[in-house]
């Protein structure tokens, strides 16, 4: 599915949204748009270079190791069914890893935090590190780490711009994560970030 395009400008300041920025852990059930997670996606791992490929986070060696699924609730984003995506930075688009609403599952995996099941969205960011470690070796793992690090803030970020709230969760099991979101096996979680409307 393609996205519609991201905005360049927004309403709030950088600085104001630095100051703001807080971990949600509540979360109210109201639905968001299609164009709310285009610019989530975008603000992750867009690429910001017409013509080129660098993304909105950095990455060491421009190797790019990580990808961004979304697990959406049923209801959740206009347009879009229930499921676990896969954003394609390429293409700013959508594909189908897992059929169903798993963000239950997600929580459950995720040593049993149920809040997390109530955010419309999830944002499950991932490592391959194949991708980095050819070049730096096992500093990559480092470095991915870190990247992982700068998506994060990234998202913070542009959910304060947008008047959403997000959460960040680190402790899961990650074989579980992978099990029940469908996500490639070389794929491996590093964060979920439950996002949507403070309750």
């Known amino acids: 599915m393609q996205l519609p395009e991201p905005m360049l400008d927004g309403d709030v300041s950088l600085e104001r949204a630095i100051h703001k920025r807080r971990t949600a852990r509540s979360f109210d059930s109201k639905a968001l748009t299609l164009k709310q997670v285009s610019q989530l996606l975008w603000a992750a791992q867009g690429i910001t270079e017409t013509g080129g490929f660098k993304r909105a ?5 421009a190797l790019y190791p990580m990808d961004v699924y979304a697990v959406v609730g049923r209801a959740c984003i206009e347009k879009l069914d229930p499921g676990v995506y896969h954003y394609s930075p390429a293409d700013n688009a959508l594909s189908l890893a897992q059929e169903g609403d798993r963000r239950r599952d997600v929580a459950e ?4 935090q149920m809040w997390m099941a109530d955010a419309p969205l999830n944002l499950v960011i991932t490592a391959e590190y194949s991708r980095i470690m050819g070049k730096y070796r096992q500093r990559g793992v480092r470095y991915a780490m870190i990247e992982a690090g700068h998506i994060g803030q990234n998202i913070f970020l542009q959910c ?14 990650d074989e579980k994560v992978v099990q029940v979101t469908g996500i490639k096996r070389t794929h491996e979680p590093l964060l979920v970030m439950p996002i949507g409307y403070r309750r």
């Open 57 to 61: 986070a950095p990455s060491a060696g």
């Open 109 to 112: 995996a995720s040593l049993w």
């Open 160 to 173: 304060q711009g947008m008047g959403l709230e997000a959460g960040i969760v680190g402790a899961f099991e």
